[in-house]
């Protein structure tokens, strides 16, 4: 072999190794088992599609992404020890966030920790927010503290005056997620259970702003609760004209509404916090006909977002996974494959897969020039949370959920059915 031809060789095999680890790794720990295990699932398939389409356009900035997926059970500490693996053993360029605030609180103190963009798909708990850390990005509407503003907004637009709930019967877990709704709903202080200081006092809450009295509340712990029936009576019992369910899952949720529909409860209004996900109606049928829940997105929405430049709107978004899973998307899957988009933009946006540079170019996104996902337009203030980014409410009518407000958000608006009446 001659010197050119041994210069030649060897420079190709320079190109290939090169090629074989020009490679974007990125690290994502989901409960794929445990209590949020439904949610988990789907965010994977999120996650995965959005990757897959991904590496068939070329990948980011040309190099190919694999994602490495954890299964971290529904449990903190799991999830803790997770990151901290993507980050110092499999040596990942960015991350993608998990499910549920009870997960993501103490994950973002690791990923603060390390300097890495924290985008979050599902962890809505102002107190993740006011820990002081610059990393954050949610991609959902806002706080969940701030849910409530929705509710109200809908009960004085849709329902004429007279005819509008005055009680409230308020049920929920003790889930990190239920409690910051219900903080907003009942006028609650925040408080950080790491050092007890107050995050926010949210008096009086949008119920009483709403004029709605509370005639009942209850709290039921996190794991193991069964009891289904007497809680469903005892809120049958308060004839409060709304009840407002904030439950730390959609089986939880089916659960309620079967035990409300044997014990023939009759209110006007019932508001969820979970129940978009198909397999809730699956587990309910016909009783969760006007059943009303609060959504970061609905496949009705107009949005167009981007996908390695150019456009993909959240139509192709429907029509893309129902192709890849056989069956339609519900928010569980949007979310991720939004902060899947988001990531893909911040690193082609800066040039590279360094977070510092990422986490730069994210927070210098505005209204004007934001962040373009299927969930719509993203740019965030100091604390990691949207700017002007309402909440939808969708509607469970006839097996299917219709978007209901905000009746000037998009053409395409179903109108609200009420009084519910019995389930």
């Not at 060897?10 to 794929?32: C, N, R, V």
């Not at 192709?316 to 893909?344: K, L, S």
Request: charged letters at 20%; hydrophobic letters at 40%.
């Amino acid at each position: 072999m001659n010197f050119r031809t041994l210069l030649t060789t060897t420079a190709a095999l320079a190109m290939m190794a090169t090629a074989a680890h020009a490679e974007i790794k990125i690290g994502a720990s989901l409960p794929l088992t445990g209590g949020f295990s439904i949610a988990g699932a789907k965010n994977k398939q999120g996650y995965e599609l959005c990757v897959k389409m991904l590496n068939e356009r070329g990948g980011i900035n040309g190099e190919k992404v694999e994602l490495v997926l954890s299964d971290n059970r529904s449990d903190p500490a799991t999830a803790i020890n997770q990151y901290e693996r993507f980050i110092n053993v499999d040596k990942v360029d960015a991350v993608f966030g998990t499910f549920s605030s009870k997960l993501t609180f103490p994950v973002a103190n690791i990923l603060a920790k390390y300097g890495y963009v924290h985008p979050i798909p599902a962890g809505g708990a102002l107190r993740i927010y006011t820990q002081g850390h610059k990393n954050l990005f949610y991609f959902q509407p806002d706080a969940a503290e701030y849910v409530g503003r929705s509710l109200k907004g809908l009960i004085e637009n849709l329902v004429p005056e007279g005819e509008r709930p005055k009680t409230a019967a308020v049920v929920s877990a003790d889930d990190f997620f239920a409690n910051a709704i219900e903080a907003g709903l009942l006028g609650q202080k925040v408080m950080n259970p790491a050092d007890g200081s107050e995050v926010a006092d949210l008096a009086p809450g949008y119920l009483a702003d709403a004029g709605i009295k509370v005639v009942y509340s209850e709290k039921w712990p996190e794991e193991g609760f069964n009891d289904w029936l007497n809680l469903a009576n005892s809120i049958k019992r308060s004839d409060a004209e709304l009840i407002i369910a904030l439950t730390a899952s959609a089986e939880e949720a089916v659960q309620l509404t079967r035990a409300l529909k044997t014990v023939k409860a009759e209110p006007k209004m019932v508001y969820y916090s979970q129940g978009t996900q198909s397999e809730f109606h699956e587990g309910t049928q016909s009783a969760s006909d006007s059943i009303l829940m609060h959504t970061a997105w609905h496949p009705a929405a107009p949005f167009k977002g981007l996908l390695e430049g150019e456009e993909f709107t959240n139509a192709d978004f429907v029509t893309a996974f129902t192709e890849e899973y056989g069956e339609a998307p519900d928010e569980d899957a949007a979310i991720p494959f939004a902060v899947c988009q988001g990531v893909e933009q911040a690193i082609e946006g800066a040039g590279s897969t360094d977070n510092a540079a990422m986490g730069k170019w994210l927070s210098e996104r505005t209204p004007e020039n934001p962040v373009r996902t299927i969930l719509g337009r993203f740019a965030w203030d100091d604390r990691g949370l949207p700017i002007n980014k309402p909440f939808l409410v969708a509607q469970w009518n006839d097996g299917e959920l219709q978007f209901v407000y905000p009746t000037n958000e998009f053409s395409e608006v179903s109108k609200m059915t009420y009084p519910k009446g019995g389930f």
